[in-house]
């Protein structure tokens, strides 16, 4: 009988499950700002939407998408999140396959606050990158860069090639 291959589990080493982990962390922390403010219904996630509503008043879920430069879907999933909270509305868009999304009273009430918070965080950003030697906005930088030379998809494609186990 064959000896059974022993597996090691790969997703116990990652190189950016800390950043990732890091952003859920600091986003955990503007989620308690709201709390604290007792802004009900918002996550942080859906902040960029909203201002970007106010500031350019309703828009297509596709272009609503396209300003923040998510994939439709994505922000399609955010839109029914945003209705469920009370953010939004939606109205059927120029021809019947798509959705205007328009701000509610109730987001109107407190995108002067997101505003500021927006700044705030911004600010807190710029003094953590003032108190490290590579601020995170150069790496991504310079990994926007290097994948512009050769995407990530063709490097994990190559190193497939030679993993017998993807073939």
């Known amino acids: ?9 790969p997703t116990e080493d990652s190189l950016w499950r800390p950043l990732r982990l890091l ?3 600091m986003d955990d922390d503007i989620a308690r700002l709201y709390a604290e403010a007792r802004i009900e219904g918002l996550k942080p996630s859906f902040v960029m939407e909203l201002i ?3 500031a350019r008043g309703p828009m297509t879920i ?3 998408a396209d300003s923040v430069r998510l994939t439709h879907s994505a922000v399609s999933q955010k839109v029914a999140a945003m209705r469920a909270a009370g953010l939004i ?16 009273k109730k987001a109107e009430g407190i995108i002067a606050r997101l505003a500021a918070e927006w700044r705030a965080t911004e600010a807190t950003l710029a003094e953590l990158e003032a108190e490290i030697p590579y601020p995170l906005s150069r790496v991504v930088t310079d990994i926007e860069d290097a994948l512009r030379r050769r995407s990530f998809h063709d490097r994990i494609a190559e190193k497939l090639a030679d993993d017998e186990e993807w073939s």
């Open 1 to 9: 009988m064959p000896k059974a291959r022993e597996f090691t589990d």
């Open 23 to 25: 952003l859920a962390s």
């Open 52 to 54: 970007r509503l106010h």
């Open 62 to 64: 596709r272009e609503l």
């Open 89 to 104: 509305r939606t109205t059927t868009g120029p021809d019947a396959r798509s959705k205007t999304v328009t701000l509610t």
